[in-house]
């Protein structure tokens, strides 16, 4: 397994653009860093969201990794394109040839996608907690490793997004067209959750039966948490609005992405080993 990811990522380091995206990527996770720097000076009203609790514990697991998991498009682009040069530069075949079988190709791909998606994680998790630590009003043991399980479903979430990106840089062999399938995918999902609430089912009904589909069911994994922030939730309560609405993660949610990423890889392999190289 080391031997299959250390051809992966020579791979991914003899290529300038992948370099280049990575890099982005690693930035721009960094960078959420900075929203703790914004602030509103307007006359009298000073505006400053470090100090609205964005970054208190346990809410700071949940907001960064909603917030975040937005850049995985960057990673999305590496992983179609890292699969469209195997193509292009005719490299999946000289593996082949080498005496890697399709069975090892794919793994070594699916080893990348994890890697990726740990990595991620892990540098969310480290960034989170010291802005946390900076700027939480609460920094007890009990509070700051409470709520962890965004943390685990946001590596869930990246994990089920890459297999999908990495059936679809096999299927088209091209990354503009596999990311434009993305893009029709995510349409189509749109289409047939207007067509369901329409035709079919009341609204809460039609969002359990998006569950199931894979990018809703990834995007699930993690509510978006704007409205959870105590901030919101005292202006809601001034207007006389009451916001309840259940932002924990699921079993079956993790279960559903673990389901379509187990889906992805074999669609894969299936198509790998169909496919006259």
């Known amino acids: ?61 949940h907001f960064n990794t909603f917030i975040t998991a937005f850049f995985k498009l960057f990673l999305a682009i590496v992983i179609v394109s890292m699969m469209a040069n195997e193509y292009s530069n005719k490299t999946i075949k000289q593996n082949l040839i080498d005496g890697l079988s399709k069975k090892e190709f794919i793994l070594s791909k699916f080893l990348t996608v994890i890697s990726f998606s740990l990595i991620s994680t892990v540098f969310v998790f480290v960034v989170s907690l010291i802005l946390g630590l900076f700027y939480s009003d609460y920094n007890e043991l009990s509070i700051i ?33 596999a990311l434009g399938f993305l893009f029709i995918w995510q349409v189509l999902e749109g289409i047939i959750r207007g067509l369901i609430r329409w035709k079919l089912f009341d609204g809460e009904t039609t969002e359990t039966v998006m569950g199931f589909f894979p990018l809703q069911s990834m995007f699930n994994l993690i509510k978006e948490p704007i409205t959870r922030l105590e901030a919101v939730q005292t202006v809601a309560d001034q207007v006389g609005e009451n916001i309840t609405l259940n932002y924990h993660v699921h079993w079956y949610e993790v279960f559903i992405v673990l389901i379509w990423t187990a889906i992805f890889v074999y669609l894969s392999y299936a198509l790998l080993k169909k496919r006259d190289l």
Not at 149 to 169: H, N, Q, T, Y
Request: overall charge positive; glycine content about 4%; aromatic content about 20%.
């Open 1 to 61: 397994m080391v031997r299959l990811l250390q051809i992966e990522f020579i791979k991914l380091w003899n290529n300038r653009a992948s370099k280049i995206l990575i890099t982005s990527y690693f930035v721009l996770l960094t960078s959420i860093a900075l929203i703790a720097a914004i602030k509103f000076d307007i006359g009298p009203v000073k505006f400053h969201l470090a100090e609205i609790g964005i970054f208190n514990f346990p809410y700071i697991w």
């Open 145 to 177: 490793f409470s709520d962890l399980e965004f943390v685990l479903a946001f590596f869930v979430k990246l994990m089920g997004f890459f297999s999908f990106c990495l059936f679809l840089g096999i299927l088209v062999k091209r990354s503009a067209f």
